[in-house]
């Protein structure tokens, strides 16, 4: 006879219950079936058909289902399709060549292909490019020399004297200024008056993040590293109390700034994009001093799971829960710190908590259509090929080099 004290909701609850990993690959399957049911012809990495192709080869890695492999391939013909109609006119990483170059350089893991853009002629006009966006000091990551960096660097055949070149005119321009700081101040639309941004999508640390990169490679390091700990050492010197602000870094800094109480735990701006690129850098630099502070910091982070003042209001990977959970799940592989495991794990659940019940996102934009409709949804930062890679960073075994393509490795 059944006892009655047992409450039946729980009964259900418990009799529901599915491990993470078989509810992930639910959900990759209903994601396969989301990206296909929606026509994307952007061919930019961040919002169109290049980032559904990495999703899928990874895919088929995880689950060796040879149908993911054929929608691979079946996405980047329809790439260089649309390519034929409509080549992008900028050499900038989000919205045009240097984002599709690096992509045709990382899916040569996956398939014998070219990339139509290494050649010496391109890499010409690539830095040719990056010098004009220095002109106009712009750094940026996504929008600014600095992706057009991270694609130069990502392939073999790059002439190093041109990225040689490029750093010393960088290293000028900043330091024969009277106040260094003055190289890294914009202005944008929110911000009319010149700030300065921390963030890794459009800030300081996207930048610092290609400097550790460029060490890495043992190119220009003298210099790279003196910039890059100029960026630290600032960094540090805006530093908040943990206990009483809630985090350790401003998005901004710069008069005029009005601060919100309430800040983002995501990669493209706040702590987490942060200390990310800071602990890479103690790493690259042997600092083991500052390797101490991070990962110090990283721990407090970890603990930091309010959804409304860590501004997590969607499930994408640019400031989302999905973005969160990959890039902890990233750290903890990097550093096997057991704060980094658990806080993966709770925003993967949240990810997953969002995806059962449909989220906001996703049921405003299945109901729109025509010109209403996002074009990117299928894409990679606020999309479902960028969930995909997400969710799937927290199966066994993941290949998360994805990440990449938002500077976390």
Same mark, same amino acid.
């Given at each position: ?84 109609k409509s080549m992008p006119e900028r050499y900038t990483y989000s919205s ?11 899916? =040569? /893991?996956?398939?014998?292909?070219e990339n139509p853009f290494d050649t010496p002629e391109f890499d010409s ?54 106040? @260094?700081?003055?190289?890294?101040? =914009? ?6 008056? @010149? ?82 690129v800071l602990y890479n850098s103690s790493i690259i630099l042997k600092d ?15 603990? /930091? ?54 989220? @906001? =996102? ?48």
């Amino acid at each position: 006879m059944k006892p009655s004290y047992l409450d039946k909701s729980l009964i259900f609850n418990i009799a529901s219950f599915i491990p993470m990993e078989e509810k992930i690959h639910q959900h990759l399957q209903s994601i396969d079936f989301l990206i296909k049911s929606h026509r994307n012809e952007l061919v930019t990495i961040n919002g169109g058909l290049p980032s559904i192709v990495i999703f899928y080869f990874h895919l088929h890695e995880a689950t060796q289902e040879e149908r993911h492999y054929e929608s691979a391939v079946l996405y980047l013909e329809l790439l260089y399709d649309a390519l034929e109609k409509s080549m992008p006119e900028r050499y900038t990483y989000s919205s045009g060549l240097a984002g599709l170059g690096w992509f045709f350089s990382y899916i =040569q /893991r996956f398939i014998e292909i070219e990339n139509p853009f290494d050649t010496p002629e391109f890499d010409s006009q690539f830095m040719a490019a990056a010098q004009k966006e220095l002109s106009y000091y712009n750094y940026e990551y996504l929008i600014g020399y600095c992706g057009i960096l991270q694609y130069l660097i990502s392939k073999k055949s790059t002439d190093h004297a041109l990225l040689y070149q490029f750093i010393d005119d960088v290293y000028k321009q900043i330091f024969s200024l009277e106040d @260094p700081i003055i190289f890294f101040k =914009q202005k944008d639309v929110r911000h009319k008056f @010149p700030s300065i941004n921390l963030g890794v999508s459009h800030g300081m640390f996207g930048f610092a993040a290609i400097l550790n990169q460029l060490i890495a490679k043992q190119i220009h390091p003298e210099k790279c590293t003196t910039i890059l700990k100029f960026i630290i050492d600032f960094t540090f010197e805006h530093e908040k109390d943990f206990v009483s602000e809630g985090r350790f870094f401003p998005d901004r800094i710069g008069g005029g700034i009005k601060e919100n109480r309430n800040c983002r735990l995501a990669w493209c701006y706040g702590d987490l994009g942060i200390l990310t690129v800071l602990y890479n850098s103690s790493i690259i630099l042997k600092d083991d001093e500052l390797q101490h502070k991070v990962t110090q910091m990283l721990i407090n982070t970890t603990h /930091r799971k309010d959804l409304n003042s860590t501004m997590m209001n969607d499930i994408w990977l640019c400031h989302g829960t999905c973005g969160a959970a990959h890039i902890f799940q990233r750290l903890y592989t990097t550093t096997q710190i057991d704060d980094c495991k658990f806080a993966a794990n709770y925003w993967y659940r949240k990810t997953l908590e969002q995806l059962d019940k449909g989220s @906001p =996102q996703i049921r405003m934009n299945l109901t729109r259509s025509g010109s209403y409709a996002r074009k990117d949804l299928t894409g990679f930062l606020t999309g479902y090929a960028g969930l995909g890679l997400s969710l799937l960073s927290k199966l066994p075994n993941a290949d998360m080099d994805w990440d990449r393509m938002i500077l976390m490795s």
